[in-house]
């Protein structure tokens, strides 16, 4: 199975980020592959092909981090890009309160995971809410340029309350990637 670890957003979140997305889409006509309203998601870990006697490890290393961590609230805010705006291969909307939050109960999930059998991510973490990302003969200083129109922090500024963890199971089609949340542990009110 093909797993990852996430913080899934609420629907009324969705609804209200896929507002503003929806203007984006209209502008920053490219070569882009959008991120479908209902995959939007905040990875925490991506764990790849997964050992069914692994499972059980996992979501015990969930349950544990959500008796650790509170809830929070969790501010999205302005539009960025990886590498970076000049050369948006990944359109992302970052994030600004409760950053601190969502880093903490990665740096821990990472620490643990390892102990599951999954190999440490070596690169810093940046929680994100992908958008987008550009596909082969993209012109990126044509969406570049459409970009950073919207790069205005206040352009899009959303909260949502973190309120679980969840493990996910992602299945690969032609028409793109489908979700379906597997396990999920709440963390403390």
């Known amino acids: 199975m093909r797993l990852f670890i996430a913080i899934n957003l609420p629907e009324q979140t969705k609804n209200l980020l896929a507002d503003k997305v929806s203007i984006l889409q209209r502008e920053i006509r490219g070569n882009l592959k959008w991120v479908e309203k209902n995959n939007w998601h905040l990875t925490l870990k991506f764990l790849g092909e997964t050992k069914e006697n ?11 981090l959500a008796d650790k961590w509170q809830q929070a609230p969790l501010q999205f805010r302005g539009i960025a890009a990886f590498p970076h705006l000049n050369n948006p291969r990944v359109i992302f909307i970052g994030t600004e309160e409760g950053r601190d939050l969502v880093t903490g109960i990665q740096a821990d999930l990472e620490a643990e995971i390892v102990k599951c059998g999954f190999q440490a991510e070596n690169r810093p973490y940046h929680p994100h809410l992908t958008l987008a990302r550009s596909r082969r003969n993209t012109d990126m200083k044509k969406i570049a340029r459409k970009l950073k129109r919207y790069t205005d922090p206040n352009f899009i500024n959303i909260y949502m309350q973190v309120e679980k963890i969840s493990l996910m199971k992602s299945e690969l089609h032609p028409e793109g990637p489908v979700y379906e949340e597997l396990f999920s542990a709440y963390l403390q009110e």
């Open 54 to 64: 692994q499972i059980k490890m996992i979501k015990k290393t969930i349950s544990t």
